[in-house]
């Protein structure tokens, strides 16, 4: 009850965002990317959405989140339970954004087929798993940046053009990618993508669970 | 070494109690600050911008860690017994960052999850003193009634300690009135300890009742309201007529006492008697920032300083 108390006021930071329609943007990308010629180039189309939309969801998150944070710690509740509660929420959210182009993708693998996604490798499903997992791991060391260095500057050092740089090269690897082992084993892929994503982003977790009495929220406002 | 005020000693255990706190960043240094306050009493913290009182603040909830010294709240390390203390701490900060959507009964429902000793009935009692609507929409609320609310909130679990950080900074002064005299109120009341972090020092002129003033990041005084007020002193005077033109002196002391007006007498032969006056805290203030400017080697000795005017 605690918990989901706590999730509640994570989230609801993010809820103007959620509403904003970005996740519905990121539906009808990945209804564009996944027909058989597609007009858009479908990699720079996908990938926009989703990395935009992940940033954005984090910026709207810690503006809102951010701030609350002394709220939220002059509350008798173990540093822990914030830790958990953070990383649920934003897992939450990439979920919130991601969800509905992968349903998406979902609903057209199923009306046309496994013929939609073959050769899996450079598919529209293989470029958003790729995607997907990238931002999962990203945002894992987002927060866990957060927790470490706090809000602005885990902002300005972490949010820069490198790391979104990074995400679009590797998608765009993926979109073009002609491996023969992953369209052989697609099932086998996707683990290997979003097992990993998800081991990171649950070190990530462990490692700010674990640090948390050390570590600092809004030592940029010092001499206040 | 900072002194402790030793009006401020009580047989009463302190509800908080800093020693030689320091906190270092690039380029500002919160300096061995060290006071203490007793159960029962208002204590304004109170300095320019830049002083250190939201870096002391953030200190004591933990949300930053001192490079020196220890804070010591109810009795207990505020650090090793984090939960324990907070359970009976309320703390209102600048702005309230309720979920927009949310009302004031969710509010109070989301704090009663956290602390023990929730009453219900005193935080609507409160809501309703204070003409908080409790189905009040957060969004739709004035910025008063979400200051007001936060009010509720931090005392709904009557807290032993209250911490306010700058809580009506950016309310107009009307509204600012309201919430000060809605806090007076419960205060006056109920005794609630209070430690008001402020810039606005009309705020505390009725409200507090030790003073402890930062600048710089380092302490320049922690004392009783009435002391500062007893020591802080206008003293104007006629002058004699002589190779000088006559006219009328004044001179601020921090050290007031009969025997300063026989020495004017003395110095400076009067026509008439020496007119001693009061000082509002914000002359205070301005007098004790200003030789202040280097470390004090005792937040006391800086009240002595004499101005002319």
């Known amino acids: ?224 | 070494m900072l002194r402790i005020p030793e009006d401020t000693v009580k047989v009463t255990p302190p509800l908080l109690t800093l020693e030689d706190v320091s906190r270092q960043f690039p380029g500002f240094l919160l300096d061995r600050v060290s006071f203490r306050l007793e159960p029962g009493y208002v204590m304004g913290l109170i300095g320019p911008n830049g002083a250190g009182k939201t870096t002391l603040i953030k200190l004591m909830l933990n949300l930053l860690r001192p490079s020196a010294g220890t804070i010591t709240i109810f009795g207990l390390d505020h650090r090793r017994h984090e939960v324990e203390v907070k359970k009976q701490l309320g703390y209102v900060g600048e702005r309230a960052h309720y979920p927009p959507e949310a009302t004031a009964e969710w509010v109070g429902r989301f704090m009663a999850q956290w602390f023990p000793t929730w009453d219900d009935a005193l935080y609507r009692s409160y809501l309703n003193r204070f003409a908080v609507p409790p189905r009040g929409v957060v969004r739709t609320l004035s910025k008063g009634q979400v200051t007001k609310l936060a009010l509720a909130a931090a005392m709904g679990h009557r807290p032993r300690l209250l911490i306010l950080d700058e809580p009506t900074s950016g309310l107009d002064p009307l509204v600012r009135r309201e919430v000060v005299g809605a806090l007076r109120e419960v205060v006056r009341d109920e005794g609630r300890s209070v430690l008001f972090s402020t810039h606005i020092l009309s705020d505390l002129e009725s409200l507090a009742d030790y003073i402890t003033v930062l600048a710089g990041g380092h302490l320049i005084t922690s004392e009783s309201m009435d002391t500062l007020a007893d020591r802080w002193k206008r003293l104007t005077y006629t002058c004699t007529p002589g190779p000088r033109p006559q006219g009328s002196s004044s001179v601020i002391t921090g050290d007031f006492g009969p025997d300063l007006v026989n020495n004017i007498g003395l110095a400076t032969p009067s026509t008439g008697p020496v007119e001693v006056a009061s000082l509002s805290l914000e002359e205070i203030l301005a007098q004790l920032v200003h030789a202040g400017s280097a470390p004090p080697e005792s937040g006391r000795e800086q009240g002595g300083r004499v101005e002319r005017q």
């Open chain 1, 1 to 224: 009850m605690k918990l989901s108390s706590l999730l509640g006021l994570e989230v609801s930071a993010a809820r103007r965002f959620l509403r904003s329609g970005v996740p519905v943007l990121g539906a009808l990308t990945a209804a564009v990317t996944a027909l058989p010629d597609p007009r858009v180039p479908r990699e720079f189309a996908a990938v926009l959405v989703v990395v935009m939309g992940m940033y954005s969801s984090m910026v709207a998150h810690e503006d809102g989140a951010g701030g609350r944070w002394a709220l939220l710690r002059s509350l008798p509740v173990p540093p822990e339970d914030l830790v958990r509660a953070r990383f649920l929420a934003t897992a939450a959210m990439l979920l919130a954004v991601a969800g509905p182009g992968l349903l998406t993708l979902a609903a057209v693998g199923a009306v046309n087929g496994s013929s939609a996604f073959t050769p899996f490798a450079g598919s529209a499903a293989w470029m958003w798993a790729v995607t997907f997992g990238t931002t999962l791991a990203q945002v894992g060391y987002l927060t866990a940046a957060y927790f470490r260095l706090g809000y602005r500057r885990g902002y300005s050092l972490l949010r820069g053009v490198v790391t979104m740089g990074l995400v679009f090269h590797l998608t765009d690897q993926a979109s073009q990618s002609t491996s023969p082992w992953v369209s052989a084993h697609p099932i086998a892929a996707l683990a290997v993508v979003l097992g990993g994503a998800l081991l990171f982003y649950l070190l990530c977790y462990q490692y700010s669970a674990s640090h948390f009495p050390d570590l600092e929220i809004g030592t940029e406002v010092a001499g206040q």
